[in-house]
C-alpha cells in the first residue's frame, strides 16, 4: 500500500533548528514534496526532492534518501512566524501521479 | 498572476440539504483537485481532473459527491444530501502539468453540517 509518516508534533526555540522527517511508503516514488499550512490558510509549497540529497532555499532546506524512502525538513534560524503543520506528499508514478500526503508535523515555536 | 479562487469560504447547512462549492483554477493550469481536509489531517483526495476529464475518482463517495469541469477551467464540486460527517475544509488546487510537483492551493471552503 501507499503511507506516509510524520511526527505529530515537534516544539523548538526560536532562532534554532528544527529537523520533520517523514518516511513513504509507496509502490512508484516520483518525487517528495513539502507544504506549509497555517492554521486556517491554504498548503503553501516549499519544495520538492526528485532525487537524492539536499536541497536548499533561504533557511528551508529538504533531503531525501529514495533508498530509505525517507526524507526530512530542516528549518533554520526558526522565527515565530514559522509556527505551522508542515505535510510531505508523495508523488505516485504508478498511479497516475497521485500525490499521497501525510498527517503533517505541527511545529510549535517557543520564544 | 491569480491565484484558485474558492467559493464560499464558509458555509453552514443542515443534513440532508445540498451545498456546492465552486473552483476557479490558475489561468493555464490544466491538472485541478479537489481535496477533503479533516481537522489534524493531511488532504485527502477527492478528484482529479486534467483538462475536463476526471482522471482519478476513486475516492469520492458517489452515492452523494458529484463533481463537473466544464470546459476545462472552473470546477463545481458538491454534496447532495450532507451528513453530519462532511463537515471539513474542502480545497481547490491546480497545477501546471500532471506531474507537476507544486500544486498552488485555494483559501477553502469550511463547511459546517448541522
Known amino acids: 500500500g501507499q503511507s506516509l509518516e510524520q511526527p505529530p508534533e515537534v516544539t523548538a526555540v526560536e532562532g534554532a533548528i528544527v529537523q520533520m522527517n517523514c518516511t513513504y511508503q509507496t509502490s512508484g516514488f516520483y518525487g517528495l514534496s513539502w507544504y506549509q499550512q497555517h492554521d486556517g490558510g491554504a498548503p503553501t509549497f516549499l519544495s520538492y526532492?526528485?532525487l537524492d540529497g539536499l536541497e536548499e532555499t533561504g533557511r528551508f532546506s529538504s533531503f531525501l534518501s529514495r533508498s530509505d524512502s525517507y526524507g526530512y525538513l530542516l528549518l533554520q534560524e526558526l522565527q515565530m512566524k514559522d509556527s505551522a503543520s508542515y505535510f510531505c506528499a508523495v508523488r505516485d508514478g504508478r498511479s497516475n501521479y497521485q500525490l499521497i500526503w501525510g498527517a503533517g508535523t505541527k511545529l510549535i515555536i517557543k520564544p | 498572476e491569480a491565484g484558485v479562487v474558492q467559493s464560499p469560504r464558509y458555509k453552514i447547512i443542515e443534513k440532508k440539504q445540498p451545498v456546492a462549492f465552486w473552483c476557479n483554477p490558475i489561468s493555464g493550469h490544466n491538472t485541478l483537485y479537489w481535496y477533503r481536509q479533516n481537522l489534524g489531517q493531511g488532504p485527502e483526495l477527492l478528484i482529479r481532473?486534467?483538462?475536463?476529464?476526471?482522471?482519478?475518482d476513486s475516492q469520492l463517495p458517489k452515492d452523494r459527491f458529484s463533481a463537473e469541469r466544464l470546459k476545462g477551467v472552473d470546477s463545481t464540486l458538491k454534496i447532495q444530501p450532507a451528513e453530519l460527517g462532511d463537515s471539513a475544509v474542502y480545497l481547490c488546487?491546480?497545477?501546471?502539468?500532471?506531474?507537476?510537483?507544486?500544486?498552488?492551493f485555494g483559501q477553502g471552503t469550511r463547511l459546517t453540517v448541522v
Open positions: 488546487a491546480s497545477s501546471a502539468t500532471p506531474a507537476g510537483y507544486e500544486a498552488f
Open positions: 481532473y486534467e483538462n475536463e476529464e476526471a482522471v482519478d
Open positions: 526532492n526528485a
